[in-house]
């Protein structure tokens, strides 16, 4: 995934991208935040994924998506 890729995502999904700097540290956290959506009678989750960089904290909101999707396509195959 690239940055404009993670971007792009982010914006399809609703979420939202922050940046926290250490002020001892001098060091950067990336925070991505994504709501997934109600469907049918379950309610949506929020997602935080946590980053060194604005690319993993995105990669992993979307790994997280992605499972919740899927587990959920599982429980409606059951």
Known sequence: MTP???LCWLQQVGG???QSRSA???RTAW???VRT???AERRGKLIIAL???MLEATAAAEDQWQKLWQ???AAHQA
């Open 51 to 53: 980053g060194s960089t």
């Open 71 to 73: 587990d959920l396509g």
């Open 4 to 6: 404009e890729q993670a």
């Open 24 to 26: 001892d540290a001098g």
């Open 31 to 33: 925070v991505a935040v």
């Open 16 to 18: 939202e991208l922050y």
């Open 37 to 39: 959506p109600r469907l």
